[in-house]
């Protein structure tokens, strides 16, 4: 039994029909949990490339950006420098601080996919942004159980990264296209950040997650002045930490 | 900047995302990580975007906003309210959006 709107799919799961079976299920499945993403990825990739087209970049290089570059938030930091004609190094140093939060979330990856091909880490490195590592993690629990992915587990991580690849570059080509046609105070991009707002909210359900939560939002704001960006990586390691810290408050209450 | 240094730079840039985004994963089996250190990353993604979400909602032209004035805070507290009673993304993105078009019409 197969899905006829997905049969294109088919070559990408190779011969072994039992092996093919359990590859395309988990493929899709990886797919279908994208979905509460979608319309927040939706509506930043296209805010982030009728971004990039205003501020004077050819539809070119706006292609490059999203097509290659894949990383919003560093896109949105280069692109201003980029305007003004800041030195390539600033630029690369800039979009390297606010990726360097992608370090954090490689090291919580590593258990599931260390013992892969080098080829094969790369790409799901390169795949992942902060939703899919959000959604993966969720479905996944907890890191103590982590051991090497199994088949299903790596083509999962493959379905949902490709459905977040496939909205964010779709509506990238959109918002280039479209860009002189939206009209700027439309609000469009608050959507985006209520949209984000209710695929975070899910997943406070116990108190260390609520604490890290806060404390990354209250860290952003005040390292706001913080230079080269660095007041997201400072808020996810303050929110980690603080997160940390109520778990470890519980243990020490139970153990009592 | 030229068209050679652009190119240059958007090759750079994507190098960085590479790089940083499979960073410890290229480290492969040379590594292993702590088990109280892999427990804690469970938190990273949603303090990421927590921190990418709260400065959208307290800040108005780069000035500090923390007021029920501020239409976007209002919107952002109106949507955790309803996607905590509701569950439904859909209903609180409404609720939310509805409360900024409104509140920024008043305000």
């Known amino acids: ?256 | 900047m030229s068209g050679l240094a652009l190119a240059v730079v958007i090759a750079g840039l994507t190098l960085v995302t590479v790089v940083t985004r499979s960073f410890f994963l290229v480290l492969g089996d040379r590594v292993r990580l702590p088990a109280r250190v892999r427990h804690g990353l469970r938190y990273a993604p949603a303090c990421a975007l927590a921190a990418l979400i709260l400065p959208q909602l307290v800040l108005a032209d780069q000035r500090l906003d923390i007021t029920w004035l501020n239409p976007r805070l209002d919107a952002g507290i109106v949507t955790i309210v309803a996607m905590v009673a509701s569950r439904s993304m859909l209903g609180a993105m409404s609720a939310g959006m509805a409360t900024f078009v409104l509140l920024r019409a008043l305000f």
């Not at chain 1, 093919?20 to 930043?44: H, K, N, S």
């Not at chain 1, 959000?134 to 090497?148: E, F, K, N, Q, V």
């Not at chain 1, 939560?213 to 002045?225: C, F, G, K, M, N």
């Open chain 1, 1 to 256: 039994m197969r899905a006829p709107a997905t049969r294109w799919l088919d070559p990408l799961f190779g011969r072994s029909p039992a092996l093919a079976q359990v590859r395309r299920a988990a493929f899709l499945d990886g797919m279908r949990a994208f979905t509460p993403a979608a319309i927040a990825t939706g509506v930043w990739a296209l805010v982030t490339s009728v971004a990039t087209v205003r501020m004077g970049m050819s539809a070119e290089a706006a292609l490059a950006m999203s097509g290659l570059v894949y990383a919003g938030s560093a896109q949105l930091a280069a692109l201003p420098l980029i305007v003004a004609g800041a030195p390539a190094w600033l630029v690369l140093l800039t979009a390297s601080i606010v990726n360097l939060r992608f370090v954090i979330f490689s090291a919580g990856l590593h258990a599931y996919f260390r013992h892969l091909s080098l080829w094969r880490r790369l790409l799901l490195g390169y795949l992942t942004g902060d939703v899919s590592y959000l959604l993966a993690i969720r479905r996944w629990g907890s890191h103590d159980r982590a051991g090497p992915a199994g088949t299903a587990q790596i083509w999962f991580y493959l379905g949902l990264t490709a459905a977040n690849w496939l909205v964010w570059q779709s509506m990238s080509v959109a918002g280039i296209l479209l860009a002189d046609r939206i009209p700027a105070s439309w609000g469009m991009d608050f959507v985006g950040v209520l949209a984000l707002i209710t695929l975070v909210v899910p997943g406070l359900t116990d108190a260390p997650s609520i604490a890290g939560v806060l404390a990354a939002s209250v860290t952003a704001i005040l390292a706001r002045p913080a230079p080269l960006k660095l007041a997201v990586l400072v808020a996810v390691v303050a929110g980690v930490a603080a997160a940390m810290l109520v778990e470890l408050a519980r243990e020490r209450r139970t153990a009592r």
